[in-house]
């Protein structure tokens, strides 16, 4: 790895102003970042650190106000959102494994911008926004917005700084995806279905960002690439099977 | 541009003079002589450099020694005699080359830490993030009831 | 601490020893080479081709030296300097220490940087760049029969194996080896059938990734070397070394502690050979220590293609056999011509067939080098002649366990060589896996979208021959006994195994013995821990040399006129006046041996078989093609199980390794050679959630007679039936038939669909 400065800001102002030159990264868990870099892929010369700037609380209040630094791990034990958002509990416990979700955090995974990763179309079927900070002042946004591309986000010099989601109630919700080759493997494709007045339907994994489907016959119009879990045309087939079975799951969930 | 830190190991306050880019398996090694945490995916996924920082479990292989400073870091080393779940890896032959052996054996301290009484379902779910290239595996998930076992005993 | 008490009536073999490193491996303070530090230490970081196949134009190597703390940058000019014909491989010297005019695979070492910094060293090697001059390459195994792409110029055997002798010297081909077998006339009697059958069967190429990577460590006096290695054949890593430098075999030292992993990867030269040199330039001692990428880049698994056919009679009778296999040996031929012919011969399967024709070809492609992994080629065979196997039973409207036994082989009948079968209890495990599979019982298919299936295979495998293994025993003046033997356990057992071996006969406890690891200087020659041959050959060395021992100490008392059932201290402060002395006895085993003739035939191929099945019970989704596996079960002829303990987890381990071999696993490529998934997160190994949800292991009540006190080797059994009886287990759920590996969801949608 290429040697780089690490910093420790105390303060969301001092982590913005220290990340306001070129080749300056957000460094939240270090899990994605860590990987990226012994891989030779991202080369920063400057990491800043945010976990000194206290963003790691859960409030639930109705809605869930989650801080961005909270850990996955964090996440899916608190009593509050195994009660009030049990599906994300859910899905927390096949993400990856347990030493990640100890380190990794809500906001880095957000940003990260990975498509197969799980929360980015959990939290937009379930109508999440993330509140983001940068020289400007504070902005809101729904968290399917965060994405531009495979690891591209929508961030300019911004950290996300909490995760906002909206009481579920008693809406059904699932979220399901598939592996095809070991059971613990990034996903071929994945579904988020959040039932409803409105029905929110993101899919993620066969394409290059979480995308919200109407239907099943939506899924025809999708531009999805093959990979090394399938290809495009078996990938379109298992969102149709995923589907099915999401919607079936949500409607069937008791909370 | 090396910085001094000071942080617990094993019990003991330690200091070691660390770069922003060294890992804290490799400061470990380096500094400390403790081989029991190693790297071997580099990428956090099989769980040969499980390290305890302020009692919880982490990949050692990506996490940056300098942000160890002031922490409480436990590895497979610490403790003067073999504890339930060492024992437990033994008498039910829970290994074969033990490359991946402390990894496994601090991931279920937690999980019984966490889960006194875990049956097979929660037991593999909770090691799905540790590998066993020999396929120790099933020998692994009787060492992990017998542990409990044990340590309901004590 | 406890001691065991050293002099017991108790049985050692037979026993479940716990294993005597225990202790050491739950404290993590097993010794490994991966955490050897030496003073003054070296790392070295490779340079690697980027491109499959070229003609190296330039390598400029300025801006590495010039990055501070790079101690030196190295290419084969530097080595050529130590070594002037850097060449070396255990069948062909066709391997450079470092590439040499040519690049022949992406990720082949072209450069060492050495630092005592390794992150400095890695950033040096992103300096260094090279011009090719590309050259068409070519990868797949049939295709390279008769390709225009020639990997090498001209062909180098060794000399170490007759049998390549005759192919010294080749130009303009890819084939490294054509063994030929031939028994009766096959294609007359296919002629002469009631029914032929042909298929074709293939699998792809994966890699072993031992947890620990291989890694080497060399440090060098101005006239000797020694050399920490994760090796499994320090006596073999000691012999081609000294070959290299022209030195006697007693001035390079191989020392080998723990392996963390081993399943073939670390065999014959790795990385010894480059550490070597690099120690001898430096002058220091150098580490290279791989990661998990780059072990994808030094030695893989053989990819195949297997064409089978058979005559069979109107009574289900196998009465010809044609068998034509092509194996991707990769740039380098490493040990798979030894793949090619040794498993070769079985191709035919354990089957009693009286016309054999075997053509089994080791092939050069532009891929990363193939060589031993598990199984030995065996479980790319029994993976086309078990899945042909049963394809003929549906056919023929026959149940497939009913058709094995009719052309199994049994005790006493010749094999496809010629040899003889003895103590292969080939009809026992095939009748033990139909209990166990409760195979006369009927099974419910189901009538949903999720189907179920069932599936078993048997297969076999020759203990390859002839080879050798001595060890040595010491008693010492207070009775306490040491084992030296150069056997690499890599978790295995073998330590444990050795010193119940030499338990049983001193009538002491395993756990009371020493076994010192595999150091060149102080433990004997062994050919090498390989091919499940520890436990038969080494097994033996170990009895006759504690034997030898026991006979000694029994000379003394005589000698000494001391009662013959006098204590071992006695002995000794009779014959030194006081606590002094030892006792050492030796013991070498080689078996017999015949060397095939020109068609590949021989009575006495092999001096023991290793026989496994398995069977499974699966569901298959077919909505997705996914495949659950709701029952494994695997069945052994292991012969009398030394530690029934370890025996089970060999078994259960092995299957579980090839579980991953059958459903997950493959190396992938794209159109330039270029490997696409060098890693854990994108090559996917078994883990926790991947286990059958139920899971039989069992050993056959069995003898190998000439195996220490009735046993033999057992690692690489568990691999033989577990990919076929999946595949077969498919057909019996959904109909389709896959003919290539790995099985995944969307080959058996594609097909269902």
Redesign the interface.
Known sequence: MKPFDLLQPGSLGEALSLLDVADARPFAGGTALMLMMKAGVLRPQRLVSLRNLRLDAIEANGSLRVGAMTTLRALERSEAVRNGWPVIARALRTLSNVRVRNVATVGGALAHADPHMDLPPLLSALGAQVVVAGKGGERRLPVEDLYAGYLENTLRNELITHVEIPALGKRGAAYLKCTTRSADDWPAVGVAVVLGSEERIFVSAATDRPVRIKDEAAIEALKIEGDLHGSADYKKHLLKVYLRRAIDEARNAVH | ?RREIQFQLNGRDVSAQV???ESLVEVL??NFG?????E?????????C?LMVNG????GC???A??AEGARVD???GGAE?DAV?QA???S?A????????GF?L?TR?LLDEQPDPDDHA???????????????????EAVKLAARKRRKQ | MKRATQSTETPQVGRSVPRLESWLKVTGRAEYVHNLRLPGMLYGKIFRSTVAHGRIRRIDVSAAQALPGVFKVVTSKEVREIVPDPYFGPAFHDQPILAIDKVRYVGEPVAVVLASDPHVAEEAVHLISAEYEELPAVYDEVEAMTSKAIVHDVLRPAGTFPDLKHLKDRKNTNLALDFRLRRGDAANAMKKADRVFEHRFSTQQVMHTPLEPLVSVAESTESSLTIHTASQSPSFVRIEIARLLGWPENKVRVRVPFLGGGFGAKLYIKLEALVSVLSLLAKRPVKISLTMEEQFFTITKHASTFRIKSGVSKDGRIVARECEVWWNGGAYADIGPRVTQKSGFTAPGPYDIEHVAVDSYALYTNLPPAGALRGFGIPQLVWAYEGHTDLMARELGLDPIEFRRRNLLREGRPQATGTVMKDAALEKVLERISVLMEWGKPFERGAGTVKKGRGIAIGFKACVSPTTSLAAVNVNADGSCIVYCSTADMGQGSDTAMAQIAGEVLHMAAESITVVHSDTDVTPYDMATLGSRSLFHMGNAVKLAAEDALNKLNVLRKELGLAADCPIPDIFKKKYGMQAGNVAGTGSYIPSYKSPDANGLTDNATPFWMVGASGVEIEVDTETGRVRLTRLVNVADVGTPINPKIVETQLSGAAIMQLGFTLHEKMVFDAQGQLRNASFAEYKIPGMLDLPASMVNEAVVAEQKSGPFGGKGVGETGTFGVSPAIANAIHDAVGVRLTSLPLNPESIWEKLK
């Open positions: 541009m770069a922003p880019h090694q380096e403790l081989y029991g945490a190693r071997s995916c580099g990428q956090g996924m099989c769980g040969c499980t919880t479990a982490v990949s990506l996490y940056l300098t942000l590895t497979i080393e073999l060492q890896f033994v008498e032959g290994f074969q080359c033990g490359f991946c052996t402390p054996i991931m937690q037991i593999k779910h909770y090691l799905s993030g540790n590998l066993c290239r020999c396929a120790a595996y099933p020998e692994i998930i």
